[in-house]
């Protein structure tokens, strides 16, 4: 049975820095492209970050753009989201999710199966 399970979030000061981890079972995390995406309470989900099969292509949305770094590690099967210099606008659940089509995945859009979320708060 395909899953994804994210981890790695918490409470963390604005400035600070988390990791968040999003592990595969059940299929092969290398044939895929991988997306995080976050939802804020009260707004719609956004795409955060996307990194092609192979790791030689990435998309990052311009808020995040030089704070936020996306890395696979396809012999663990698992996909990192490293969050430096958080903010409070930062704060939502934090979900990672695949694409067979790389189009999907850099257009934030389309994508084929979700992990349940991490969440990740940045407050003072």
């Known amino acids: 049975q395909l899953q994804l399970v994210e981890s790695g979030g918490g409470l963390v000061q604005p400035g600070g820095s988390l990791r968040l981890s999003c592990a595969a079972s059940?299929?092969?995390?290398?044939?895929?492209?991988i997306g995080w995406f976050r939802q804020a309470p009260g707004k719609e989900r956004e795409g955060v970050s996307c990194i092609s099969s192979s790791g030689g292509s990435i998309n990052s949305a311009d808020s995040v753009k030089g704070r936020f770094t996306i890395s696979r590690d396809n012999a663990k099967n698992t996909v990192y989201l490293q969050m430096n210099s958080l903010k409070p606008e930062d704060t939502g659940i934090y979900y990672c999710?695949?694409?067979?089509?790389?189009?999907?995945?850099?257009?934030?859009?389309?994508?084929?199966?979700w992990g349940k979320g991490t969440l990740v708060t940045v407050s003072s």
């Open positions: 059940g299929f092969t995390l290398a044939d895929y492209h």
């Open positions: 999710a695949v694409s067979l089509v790389f189009r999907r995945c850099v257009s934030f859009n389309g994508m084929d199966y």
